[in-house]
């Protein structure tokens, strides 16, 4: 334990309450900012908060609080500064001038945690942007060194200073990033384009960060997707099969946890672990029953589910931790819900059924259909693409009486309505 709290910053938290912002979300905005610095391995040692009716354009906190900050600085020998907002790039050079620590803002904590978390090659790329679209308007030239492993004889102009040649550095990765992430995003498109081809629907599980899409993820597909109580556990798009209690199976992807003022540059950077929830036919929003600001979280997920242009697809709202519930909870009226825990193993099951029942009602059409025993190749179509509710030997007639759900689009449907 002492080993890890030597490795740990020690940071002081620091907030600015505008006008147009309450003071619940204020609050859960601050406590939300230490949950993020403990995911990030750091020791939230205080919180500095004010009330303004604008921020400081030049110190984001005004004169006053910056000296307050000086000295609390030194007082409690922090080591880090984060802002629970994005700094202007003159606004942390004039905190940086001012007091002499490390500082970053919400925004670079959120791409830490990020470049920590990514696994897959994508993941990093998208990090890798993200992370220099956001320092090359804030490079100052002082004590930014990058390796210029594409460099050599003629990197450098003549009489070009350091600061431009990090900025071309910067631009220049950008776009190779760009250059290499458009192979894999087309390489996505291609699998997907696939996926519909063979019929396979497409399941994408969305919700705040933390609310358990995770684990979920697993007891769902038996996956081994990484389970943790932190924010952004999983940043890499994973889709697994799921079969479900007819034996139909179902493709589930797992997506990045959304998160309320979620910086534009990471919307951006995350957009293609996000088309999977866009080509999906239905969307399971998870929720956190527990959290005190629910209400908040799911407003937060359809508001950028609605920024994603996926607002029309079917949704079915599961809301978890239903055995730590607030005790005031009240579900979302109008919308298709079911409570689970992940506690209760007889949840995925509960879970499953009610995933297959709001496919047969949104999603499939139903079907009868009486195939001679001789069409094995079909008989054995049906049980692996279509959703099978009764299939029974008819010894008299020697065929299959069959009866089920399909997708009207789908390519077996020529060849049922031979038998129908």
Request: glycine content about 6%.
């Amino acid at each position: 334990m002492n080993e890890q709290e030597t490795r740990q910053e020690k940071a002081i938290l620091v907030g600015c309450q505008l006008p147009h912002i309450t003071d619940e979300h204020f609050e859960n905005s601050m406590e939300e900012l230490a949950s993020l610095t403990k995911t990030a391995d750091g020791k939230v040692l205080t919180s500095v908060t004010q009330k303004r009716n604008r921020a400081d354009a030049a110190t984001y906190i005004g004169k006053g609080k910056v000296e307050e900050l000086k000295a609390l600085v030194e007082e409690l020998e922090a080591d880090l500064l984060i802002f629970n907002d994005e700094l202007s790039p003159s606004q942390l050079k004039s905190l940086a001038t001012a007091i002499e620590v490390k500082m970053i803002d919400r925004t670079q904590l959120i791409l830490d945690i990020f470049a920590k978390r990514a696994r897959t090659r994508e993941g990093k790329l998208q990090i890798e942007l993200a992370q220099l679209q956001y320092a090359l308007p804030r490079l100052t030239g002082q004590g930014i060194n990058l390796s210029r492993q594409g460099g050599g004889i003629g990197a450098r102009g003549p009489g070009e200073t350091k600061l431009e040649t990090d900025r071309r550095h910067i631009r220049n990765r950008i776009h190779e990033i760009n250059t290499q992430l458009s192979t894999v995003i087309r390489h996505r498109s291609r699998y997907r384009e696939r996926r519909k081809k063979n019929g396979v629907l497409q399941i994408a599980l969305v919700g705040y960060t933390n609310a358990g899409k995770s684990t979920w993820f697993n007891r769902l597909t038996s996956a081994e997707s990484y389970e943790e109580d932190l924010l952004f556990a999983t940043l890499d798009p994973m889709t697994r099969k799921m079969v479900l209690p007819s034996g139909y199976s179902v493709l589930l992807s797992d997506t990045v946890g959304f998160i309320q003022d979620l910086p534009t540059t990471l919307i951006a950077a995350f957009r293609s672990t996000l088309e999977e929830v866009k080509e999906a036919d239905l969307i399971l929003h998870l929720i956190d029953s527990s959290n005190e600001d629910y209400v908040g979280h799911e407003k937060t997920v359809l508001r950028l589910l609605e920024e994603l242009e996926a607002d029309d697809i079917p949704m079915l709202t599961a809301y978890n931790k239903r055995d730590q519930k607030l005790p005031d909870f009240i579900p979302s009226a109008g919308r298709d819900h079911i409570m689970v825990s992940a506690k209760f193993e007889e949840d995925a099951e509960t879970f499953k059924e009610a995933i297959q029942r709001y496919l047969r009602q949104e999603l499939l059409t139903s079907f009868e259909a009486h195939v001679p025993a001789s069409e094995g190749k079909l008989l054995s179509r049906i049980k692996s693409e279509t959703m099978v509710d009764r299939f029974y030997f008819n010894e008299e007639n020697e065929r299959y009486d069959i009866s089920g759900y399909v997708q009207e689009e789908q390519s077996i449907i020529g060849e049922l309505k031979k038998y129908m």
